[in-house]
T-cell receptor, first 106, second 115 residues
Framework: AQRVTQPEKLLSVFKGAPVELKCNYS??????LFWYVQYSRQRLQLLLR??SRESIKGFTADLNKGETSFHLKKPFAQEEDSAMYYC????????FGAGTTVTVRA | EAGVAQSPRYKIIEKRQSVAFWCNPI?????LYWYQQILGQGPKLLIQ????????DSQLPKDRFSAERLKGVDSTLKIQPAKLEDSAVYLC?????????????FGEGSWLTVV
């Protein structure tokens, strides 16, 4: 069963515009959620995790248990934010969504 | 700090042939993972090792895939015989001992094309 859903395959925004990547999950307990990012020609790496409640590279993500969502947001997108983004849920193993490709245009 | 090392980076084989991928995790990382990433999909866990023991291999197609981590350090993933649908990127990852954070560090991946 799909446990992490990223409904948008592709997302294109202009530089300076806000960007929001959607992530919904299905899990009955208290989830541990992450966002991973893969820049062109680089390895998959952790962007942020919900338990640390930190902002990385201007990105934030809030866990909404009522809506079972963990959307990733940035108020002003930069060209260097162009990448593939994966939402992931960890219980005893890490399950990834299908990913969203973000393109930030000048 | 050296990252997770994988080899080979690229491999093209014919169906029914065999292939092996090697992974060396970050020093001191007890947990090692193999993920399969098919084009257009997110990574899918194939097998997870804790030291040299298997924690989870529920999604490993055991009729054709095998993996080992004999000395609790590096690991090998083998496919025999390969099928066309095995074409994917095989990602190795590792994480530090429990209590040191749950961050998983990924290698660059081994790209497999089965023709």
């Amino acid at each position: 069963a799909q446990r992490v859903t990223q409904p948008e395959k592709l997302l294109s925004v202009f530089k300076g515009a806000p960007v929001e990547l959607k992530c919904n999950y299905s899990y009955s307990g208290s989830p541990e959620l992450f966002w991973y990012v893969q820049y062109s020609r680089q390895r998959l790496q952790l962007l942020l995790r919900h338990i640390s409640r930190e902002s990385i590279k201007g990105f934030t993500a809030d866990l909404n248990k009522g809506e079972t969502s963990f959307h990733l947001k940035k108020p002003f997108a930069q060209e260097e934010d162009s990448a593939m983004y994966y939402c992931a849920l960890n219980d005893y193993k890490l399950s990834f969504g299908a990913g969203t490709t973000v393109t930030v245009r000048a | 700090e050296a990252g997770v090392a994988q080899s080979p980076r690229y491999k093209i084989i014919e169906k029914r042939q065999s292939v092996a991928f090697w992974c060396n995790p970050i020093s001191g990382h007890a947990t090692l993972y193999w993920y399969q990433q098919i084009l257009g999909q997110g990574p899918k866990l194939l097998i997870q090792f804790q030291n040299n023991g298997v924690v989870d291999d529920s999604q490993l197609p055991k009729d054709r895939f095998s993996a080992e981590r004999l000395k609790g350090v590096d690991s090998t993933l083998k496919i025999q015989p390969a099928k066309l649908e095995d074409s994917a990127v095989y990602l190795c990852a590792s994480s530090p001992p429990v209590g040191s954070g749950n961050t998983i560090y990924f290698g660059e991946g081994s790209w497999l094309t089965v023709v």
